[in-house]
């Protein structure tokens, strides 16, 4: 483990958030925009999930559905009314870019387990079982590279255990790195 303490872990997830928000923000600023002027209503999508040792917060995305949408797990996106831009948006992965806020604010690293909604109990208890539940949720983690989506929650939280044993620094770039071909290709459900 490279990292000797979550205290430099966090220092990365700090530098790393800053910098993200400060090369992304004109295209942030852009989408958030574009999704305002669609319907005139919050571009920005708050939506509680479960953090760090089981505790809720409230996780940020640009919203890319009508306001009236109930909150749902990714994987019921087909039958949800996505908008116009919203598909745009959901397409380029750039719903995601808000969480960067996430991360400074210390709710989310960015790398870790994907936040899970209060609902998705099964993940949940299978985290807390394996350890993965200590830890903050990622923008990206072991399970994303693994298969991006549609893995069953035993699936998800074994690869999200196995990340918790061997947390670092090296482990944590080639997990972002083989985040970015996914940040190219349209997402399988929607």
């Known amino acids: 483990m490279i990292y000797r303490s979550y205290g430099l872990k966090r220092l990365v997830d700090i530098v790393g958030a800053g910098l993200g928000l400060l090369i992304v923000s004109p295209l942030l600023l852009l989408t958030l925009a574009a999704v305002y002027l669609e319907d005139r209503h919050n571009p920005i999508f708050v939506q509680e999930r479960v953090g760090r040792d089981g505790r809720p917060y409230r996780m940020l995305k640009v ?8 909150d749902r797990p990714s994987t019921d996106a087909e039958s949800l009314t996505i908008t116009r831009t919203g598909s ?7 719903d995601e870019l808000p969480q960067l806020l996430n991360v400074l604010s210390g709710d989310m690293s960015l790398v870790g387990p994907r936040p899970a909604l209060p609902s998705q109990t099964e993940l ?4 807390e ?4 539940s200590r830890l903050r949720p ?29 947390v670092g620094f090296f482990t944590d770039v080639r997990i972002v790195l083989g985040t970015l071909p996914y940040l190219v290709r349209r997402p399988p459900t929607y």
């Open 124 to 127: 949940l208890r299978l985290r």
């Open 138 to 166: 990622g923008l990206t983690g072991l399970a994303q590279i693994g298969a991006y989506d549609g893995m069953n929650a035993a699936e998800k939280a074994r690869l999200d255990g196995s990340y918790a044993e061997r």
């Open 63 to 70: 919203r890319s559905m009508t306001p009236d949408t109930p």
């Open 88 to 94: 745009v948006v959901r397409r380029t992965n750039i």
């Open 129 to 132: 079982l394996n350890g993965a």
